[in-house]
């Protein structure tokens, strides 16, 4: 019965009824995918704006400009462009099966969607490592980890993931239109050599997340130490007390930025074990397209975080929506003063 109800909300046409070699459309109908419809352009909406605000914020308040901020300003650039390129286009394509941008247009959003995936890991690893150095050696972070030197970091990190992808995509024949073979007029279809799906899941994937979490691992570790000592000395010197409040600080930062990594790593380990699975195609497109969306909710996620642990963002968020920003000096407000 329920399998008689889901094939008749879905009435099957061509993509393109001039050309003898267009694909099969399905148009998906009905109060379901209506809903689903809607649900999806909202969270897409939801996740420009959120980032959007996290992105000005770091952007505009000069109290904001620090190394770990510049890593969330890079994280949240990602964050926006999955939800203001990769979500719409995967709603119209979960409406409508056909693909009407031609060969470029499949290339040009394939690209793009993996060099987002591999710049938002790359964040995540250089994430852990700044967190390590501040948390392991105080002293030499304050020191030899600027702005400027994070700041090129970043683009080094983009750098390789775009020369990265590029890469992946030529050698497995998809980067140009001449290379890409589609079955039918209206499809696009990204074939993977399995010899680059293991070469992508060991150097994508277990390589930086099993750097995350043994960084993480000892961070945690230095962490406990620390908040050990700091009770141990409450009540000394004032002195003491105000490295107290710097190691809480950070100790707090690392937890809060611990949650955004293994919230990303939740959302991407099923997705490459089911890569590797080998049922069928027709079983794959479904767990791939809830999995799909479970990784694309991850965009929306990561600035729910900062908003419920860092009170930088909520202050700003207030300014912003205010239109306080516009004010002379809105750059110099001081945000949270017992946190900085």
């Given amino acids: 019965m329920e399998d008689t109800d889901y094939r008749q909300n879905i009435t099957v046409q061509y993509c393109f009824p001039d050309n003898n070699s267009s694909c099969r459309k399905e148009v998906r109908t009905g109060p379901a995918y209506i809903f689903l419809f809607f649900f999806l352009s909202c969270v897409s909406v939801f996740t420009v ?41 995967k709603i119209m394509e979960f409406i409508d099966s056909c693909w009407y941008l031609g060969k470029l247009g499949c290339c040009i959003v394939s690209v793009i969607n993996a060099v987002l995936v591999s710049v938002s890991l790359c964040n995540l690893v250089f994430i852990a490592v700044d967190r390590y150095i501040a948390i392991t050696d105080p002293l030499l972070y304050s020191t030899n980890i600027t702005v400027c030197k994070m700041s090129m970091m970043i683009i080094l990190g983009w750098s390789f993931c775009l020369l990265y992808i590029i890469m992946y995509f030529y050698f497995n024949d998809n980067l140009f239109p001449s290379q890409v073979s589609t079955r039918c007029y209206g499809e696009c279809v990204v074939v993977i050599k399995l010899s680059w799906l293991i070469v992508d899941l060991v150097v994508c994937f277990l390589t930086p997340c099993s750097v995350i979490l043994v960084l993480y691992s000892i961070i945690f570790n230095a962490a406990r130490r620390q908040a050990r000592a700091v009770r141990a000395v409450r009540n000394g010197a004032s002195k003491k007390y ?90 110099r407000f001081n945000l949270v003063p017992d946190h900085f």
Avoid at 71 to 80: C, K, N, P, R, T
Avoid at 268 to 282: M, Q, T
Avoid at 294 to 306: A, K
Wanted: net charge neutral; charged share 10%; aromatic share 12%.
């Fill in 49 to 89: 704006f959120l980032n959007l605000l996290v992105i000005i914020s770091i952007s505009h308040f000069k109290q904001l400009h620090t190394p770990t901020n510049l890593l969330i300003l890079s994280l949240a650039v990602v964050d926006l462009l999955v939800g203001l390129i990769v979500m719409p286009e």
């Fill in 242 to 331: 105000g490295a107290k409040l710097s190691s809480s600080s950070e100790n707090k930062a690392a937890k809060t930025l611990g949650i955004v990594v293994f919230v990303y790593l939740a959302c991407w380990i099923p997705f490459y074990v089911i890569s590797l699975s080998v049922e069928s195609d027709a079983s794959k497109s479904i767990v791939w397209t809830v999995l799909a969306w479970l990784l694309y909710l991850n965009s929306s996620v990561n600035p729910l975080i900062y908003a419920i642990f860092y009170p930088w963002f909520r202050e700003s968020a207030k300014y912003i929506l205010s239109c306080r920003i516009f004010e002379s000096s809105s750059s």
